[in-house]
């Protein structure tokens, strides 16, 4: 991948909607806010078999060592369809730590089976654990050192589908060179279920302004309706490029730019597809609400939008000193 996707990566894409539509994704969604993993975990199952779940675990241990790419097609779509449990930290930066430690084989094949999920805390970008009740491994990475975690503590999310954990060592940690580069591919495919959640919000906002009828007519036909939904398409197509980008690098630099366009155009779609839907847009029973807490509550994790432009501008001027 380039800029665009290629015709193999349009197909996995396509491959992973078809079976993300099939499922009762927001059924298994509402469970798991409840606290039922079941159906999340027959999910992740599927996912399993499309060769989601083993896109980052080397092939050793039964995956398949795909390009950063491939995981950014896989997020947008996993993000398209705001499927529960910890996508970024199970698909991307779990594995990348585990291949960096002691005894990867007792973890990494079971991950790339989808019999098991992964999660981690990494302060400062990720002070708690996502779901770290769902996941069979949970690590904690920091100063350098990463190893095997508990979890304590749970905080609630304003995603209710996200449970949020503190973590305590639960074995001695390792220097772990792997950390940069795990913590940049999970805030990659962060940014890609932004991209992929501020698509589902631009259809369904342009779904409802074509059957919501006003003064006689769709509220679609109005400019000022137009022109809203203009900007949230204009401001996906500034994003994807530099998601993309940042898939083929992945340096600081690219994947900060990718999380900063990426939430700004996802807060984007969520304001507008809110004013479209009006106050229906904001109860429970109705699907909007679900991707607007999900935008939310990603565009804070991996690092938050001003944590992001502060190291983008650090790296710009170091940049700049070397020339």
């Known amino acids: 991948m380039m800029l665009v996707p290629s015709p193999e990566q349009v197909a996995f894409a396509a491959t992973l909607h078809d079976v993300l539509s099939a499922a009762d994704v927001p059924a298994a969604a509402d469970s798991w806010a409840a606290g039922d993993h079941d159906p999340g975990r027959r999910l992740w199952s599927r996912l399993a078999d499309a060769g989601v779940t083993g896109l980052a675990v080397p092939v ?6 795909a390009d950063p790419a491939d995981l950014v097609i896989a997020g947008e779509e996993l993000g398209h369809h705001a499927v529960p ?3 970024a930290e199970s698909l991307a930066a779990v594995p990348t730590l585990l291949a960096g430690l002691d005894q990867p084989g007792r973890w990494l094949p079971a991950l790339a089976g989808g019999s098991l999920l992964g ?7 990720l002070p708690y654990a996502l779901d770290a009740d769902a996941a069979g491994v949970v690590l904690l990475a920091d100063r350098g050192v990463a190893g ?29 060179p792997a950390i940069g580069r795990a913590l940049d591919l999970g805030a990659l495919v ?11 919000l631009l259809e369904a906002a342009v779904a409802h302004a074509r059957t919501r009828v006003q003064f006689g007519g769709p509220i679609g036909r109005f400019q000022a309706v137009q022109h809203r939904l203009a900007d949230v398409a204009v401001g996906l197509e500034f994003a994807r490029p530099l998601l ?5 690098t992945v340096t600081a630099r690219d994947v900060s730019a990718a999380k900063v366009a990426c939430s700004d155009a996802a807060n984007r779609a969520a304001r507008a597809a809110l004013q479209v839907h009006g106050a229906i847009g904001y109860t429970r029973e109705h699907g909007l609400g679900r991707l607007l807490t999900r935008v939310r509550a990603l565009s804070l994790s991996w690092g938050t939008p001003a944590g992001h432009r502060a190291r983008l501008m650090a790296e710009l001027a170091e940049e700049g000193t070397c020339h």
């Open 60 to 65: 050793r241990w039964g995956g398949l060592a």
């Open 148 to 176: 095997p975690a508990r979890a304590g503590g749970m905080h609630v999310s304003l995603d209710r589908a996200r449970r949020l954990f503190e973590v305590f060592p639960s074995g001695p940690p390792q220097a772990c």
């Open 190 to 200: 962060c940014a890609a279920q932004l991209l992929g959640a501020a698509r589902a």
């Open 244 to 248: 993309y980008a940042a898939a083929v």
């Open 119 to 125: 999660t981690l805390a990494a302060p400062p970008w």
């Open 85 to 87: 449990g910890p996508v």
